[in-house]
C-alpha cells in the first residue's frame, strides 16, 4: 500500500513538474509584474508599486470587462441551447449515424483555426455571399454592418466553442437511460417537458464541463475579437496585447492578465466547490443508510 | 368413483367486451410478427397477466397499451374509448418497469410526486397525496433519501407508489420483480397481491415466470410467437390446458403419444400407448374413436410404489425401473423408465423421511394414476417436448 503510493507520487512528478515550471511560475510572474513599475524600454524596473493596479480602475475598463463577460456568457449560454438538443439527438441516433455524426463535429478541427476565422470574414464581408443572401431575402439593409461588430464576435465565438460543447454533453447523454424518460412521458410529462425535467437533470455534469470548458475560454478571447471584431468588439485580451505590443507595457499588461485569471479562477473554483461538497453530503447519507 | 372434474370451456365465440379491449392487434418489427391479431377483454379491477417465455410478444403488447408502440393493426379500447392513437402521457395507465425506471436526481419523495406535479395537482393535495402512498408503501422513513441509497425491494415499492399516485385506470407491470432476489420476490408477491385488494385497480401483469403469475392473478393468458394460447383461471390453466405448450409451459408434464382405440362411455375413453397396457382417460374434448392424441401426466399426480396398486375400472397402473433420482427436500423427483419412455414422477414427502424406505435408483416400481388426472391434446408440437424437464440420458447405463 505505502510503496504503491510512492509509485503513484513517482510516476506523477514529471507531469508535475512540468506544470510546475510552465504554468504555476510564469502565473506568479504575471502576478508579480503586476506590482511592478514599468520601464520605457518594454520591460521592468526595480522596486514595488500598486499604481497600476491602481491604473486599471479606469472606465474604459469597465465598459471592455462588462462586454468581455456579457459576450462570453451569451456564448456560453447558446453553445449549451444548441449542444442540449444535439447531443441529445447523437446519443439517441443508431450506432453507425453516431460515429458518422460525431465526424463532422469532430471535422472543422482538420482546419486551421486561422483559416477557419478568416473564411467567416469572407463570408460576412459587406460584398460577401451572405450578407448579399441576406439582403436579397430582406433579412438586412444594404447598410447593415455584419463584420466589426460584437454580434460578428458572439456568432464566430459560438461557432468556434460549440464542438467543444457538444463533446462533453453528448458523453454524458451516452449515459443516460433513456428508459428514464420513457417513465416521465407514462407519468404524464410532454415529451418536451420529459426532456427537461428528466434529460436535462440527468446530463447536468456534462452540461457543467460544457460551461467550463466554453466559458474560460471565451473570457481569454484575442484571435476573434481581433478579427471580425473591430473596436466595438474588443475583449478584454485585445487590450492585453495592446499593452505588450503596442505599449510595450508589461506590468500593465500583467495586471490585465492577473483580472482575467482571477476572473476564470472564480467560477472555477465555485464549481468545483459546489461538486466536491455535493459527493461529500451524498457520501455521508449513504453511510447513514 | 366419479368426481366433479373440471372441464375446460369452449373458447369463446368473438371477444367479450372487456374494460379494457384489445381488438385484432398486430405489431410487426422488420420481418418478426412481435404481436399477432390479439383479441383480448379484460375486466375491471381484474389481476389479469400476460405469461409466456422471452419473445413471445408480452411485452410488446404492454408497450401498446402504454403507447410506447403503435400497432400495425387493430384497436385498444379503454373504458370504451379507443386509445390506440394517443400519446403515453394522455392515457389514463401507468406502468411499473422492470428496471423501475426512477428518476435518480430526485428523492424518494420527489419521485413519487412526479405525476401530480406535472399534471399540476395543488400543492396540498400533492403533498397529502404522497403522504398517503409513502404509508401503503411503508416508505415513510426513505422519504428524502435518493433512489441510488435504497434497496431493490424498496425502489420497487417507489416505483408501485409513483404510478399509483396517478390513480391510473390500469396499472401495468412489466416483469416487476425480475431483478429481485428469492426471498424478496416471495415477499413482494404478497405486498402486489394487498396492494392490488386495497387500490382495486385493474392490473396486468408481464412476466415468463409462472409461478408469479399463477399465485397473483385472477386470470392468465398464456402467449406464443405473438399469439394468445389460453386464457382463464390459473387453476383451469393448469388442469385443462387447451394446448401441449401451455400443458408443458406451466407446471411439469409427460407427454405421451397414442391413439383413441374405444370409446368406453361418454365421458371416458380407452387409449393405445406404445408400451402401456391399455390406459383410461377421461375424454372431456370429445374426441373420437381412431383420432392420434397426446396424453399429458403431470408428475405430481401419478403415484409411485414397489406393490401392484389394485385393479381398478378407472386406474391405470405400468411397471418400471427407476432411472434417476433428484431428492429437493420436501419432495423427491423420480425417472422411471417405461419401455421407450421415461416418466417424471413427484412424491411428495408428507411424513418423516426415515420412517419411509426411500425408493433407490434401479429398483423396480409401479406407477398409477387415475383416468381423471390426465388429459389428452390434441395439438402439439415438437418443440414443446423441450420445455418439459427430460434429463439427458444417461450413457452406458440403460435398462
Not at chain 1, 218 to 246: C, H, T, W
Not at chain 2, 182 to 196: F, P, Y
Not at chain 2, 282 to 289: C, R, S, V, Y
Not at chain 2, 361 to 385: G, R, T
Request: charged fraction near 20%; hydrophobic fraction near 45%; aromatic fraction near 8%.
Amino acid at each position: 500500500m505505502k510503496a504503491g503510493r510512492r509509485g503513484e507520487w513517482l510516476v506523477t512528478l514529471p507531469s508535475f513538474g512540468w506544470l510546475l515550471v510552465f504554468f504555476l511560475v510564469p502565473t506568479l510572474i504575471v502576478f508579480a509584474f503586476a506590482f511592478k513599475p514599468s520601464d520605457p524600454f518594454g520591460g521592468v524596473s526595480p522596486g514595488w508599486t500598486t499604481a497600476t493596479l491602481a491604473g486599471i480602475v479606469d472606465p474604459q475598463y469597465a465598459a471592455i470587462v462588462w462586454r468581455t463577460v456579457w459576450l462570453s456568457l451569451l456564448t456560453t449560454a447558446l453553445c449549451l441551447l444548441l449542444a442540449t438538443p444535439a447531443g441529445y439527438a447523437i446519443a439517441r441516433a443508431e450506432p453507425k449515424a453516431r460515429a458518422r455524426l460525431m465526424l463532422l463535429v469532430i471535422v472543422p478541427f482538420w482546419t486551421s483555426f486561422l483559416i477557419r476565422i478568416f473564411a467567416w470574414k469572407v463570408l460576412l464581408h459587406p460584398e460577401g455571399a451572405l450578407k448579399a443572401a441576406l439582403v436579397g431575402l430582406g433579412l438586412v439593409s444594404e447598410q447593415a454592418p455584419l463584420l466589426y461588430t460584437p454580434g460578428a464576435v458572439l456568432l464566430v465565438m459560438v461557432y468556434t466553442f460549440l464542438p467543444f460543447a457538444i463533446l462533453p454533453v453528448y458523453a454524458a447523454a451516452e449515459k443516460f437511460d433513456f428508459r428514464l424518460l420513457e417513465a416521465a412521458r407514462d407519468l404524464g410529462a410532454s415529451p418536451l417537458r420529459a426532456f427537461a425535467l428528466v434529460f436535462v437533470p440527468g446530463i447536468q455534469g456534462g452540461l457543467l464541463t460544457a460551461f467550463l470548458v466554453v466559458f474560460i475560454p471565451a473570457l481569454g478571447s484575442y484571435v476573434i475579437p481581433d478579427l471580425v471584431g473591430g473596436p466595438g468588439g474588443e475583449m478584454l485580451g485585445n487590450k492585453i496585447a495592446q499593452r505588450v505590443f503596442v505599449d510595450r507595457n508589461l506590468p500593465h499588461a500583467s495586471a490585465l492578465s492577473a483580472l482575467l485569471i482571477a476572473a476564470v479562477l472564480l467560477p472555477m473554483a465555485a464549481v468545483l466547490a459546489l461538486q466536491s461538497q455535493k459527493r461529500r453530503t451524498e457520501t455521508i447519507i449513504e453511510e447513514d443508510a | 368413483m366419479l368426481r366433479e372434474r373440471m372441464v375446460a370451456p369452449p373458447p369463446p365465440p368473438g371477444p367479450t367486451v372487456g374494460f379494457l379491449q384489445f381488438e385484432g392487434v398486430s405489431k410487426s418489427f422488420g420481418p418478426l410478427k412481435a404481436v399477432d391479431s390479439v383479441s383480448l377483454g379484460i375486466q375491471k379491477g381484474e389481476f389479469f397477466s400476460l405469461l409466456g417465455p422471452s419473445g413471445c410478444g408480452k411485452t410488446t403488447l404492454l408497450r401498446m397499451l402504454a403507447g410506447f408502440e403503435t400497432p400495425d393493426t387493430g384497436r385498444i379500447l379503454l373504458d370504451g374509448e379507443d386509445i390506440t392513437a394517443l400519446p403515453p402521457n394522455r392515457r389514463k395507465v401507468n406502468t411499473i418497469f422492470q428496471s423501475y425506471a426512477l428518476f435518480p436526481h430526485l428523492t424518494v419523495r420527489e419521485n413519487i410526486a412526479f405525476g401530480p406535479r406535472v399534471a399540476g395537482w395543488p400543492k396540498e393535495r400533492v403533498e397529502e397525496e404522497v403522504g398517503r402512498m409513502l404509508t401503503l408503501t411503508q416508505l415513510e422513513p426513505q422519504a428524502r433519501k435518493m433512489p441510488g441509497q435504497i434497496s431493490g425491494g424498496q425502489k420497487q415499492r417507489v416505483a408501485i407508489a409513483r404510478a399509483l399516485i396517478n390513480k391510473p385506470d390500469v396499472l401495468l407491470l412489466d416483469e416487476p420483480l425480475a431483478a429481485l432476489d428469492l426471498k424478496l420476490r416471495q415477499r413482494m408477491l404478497i405486498e402486489l397481491d394487498l396492494i392490488h385488494d386495497q387500490v382495486g385497480i385493474t392490473f396486468l401483469y408481464v412476466t415468463h415466470d409462472q409461478g408469479e403469475a399463477m399465485s397473483l392473478s385472477d386470470r392468465i393468458a398464456v402467449m406464443k410467437d405473438g399469439r394468445i394460447e389460453q386464457v382463464g383461471p390459473p387453476a383451469e390453466i393448469y388442469e385443462t390446458p387447451r394446448t401441449s405448450f401451455v400443458a408443458a409451459f406451466i407446471g411439469d408434464t409427460n407427454f405421451l403419444e397414442g391413439k383413441v382405440a374405444e370409446i368406453v362411455s361418454g365421458d371416458y375413453c380407452r387409449l393405445e400407448v406404445d408400451g402401456f397396457p391399455e390406459v383410461v382417460c377421461f375424454n372431456d374434448k370429445q374426441i373420437g374413436q381412431g383420432k392420434s392424441v397426446t396424453l399429458s401426466l403431470r408428475p405430481e399426480k401419478l403415484r409411485i410404489g414397489r406393490e401392484r396398486p389394485e385393479d381398478d375400472r378407472l386406474h391405470n397402473a405400468v411397471p418400471g425401473r427407476i432411472e434417476d433420482v433428484i431428492y429437493l427436500g420436501n419432495h423427491t423427483k423420480y425417472w422411471v423408465r417405461v419401455q421407450e419412455h421415461r416418466i417424471a414422477v413427484l412424491e411428495q414427502h408428507n411424513r418423516f423421511l426415515l420412517d419411509e424406505t426411500p425408493l433407490r435408483w434401479k429398483q423396480d416400481v409401479w406407477i398409477s394414476w387415475h383416468a381423471d388426472d390426465a388429459f389428452m391434446l390434441e395439438a402439439y408440437s415438437e418443440s414443446d417436448e423441450q420445455l418439459t424437464d427430460q434429463p439427458p440420458e444417461r450413457v452406458g447405463e440403460g435398462s
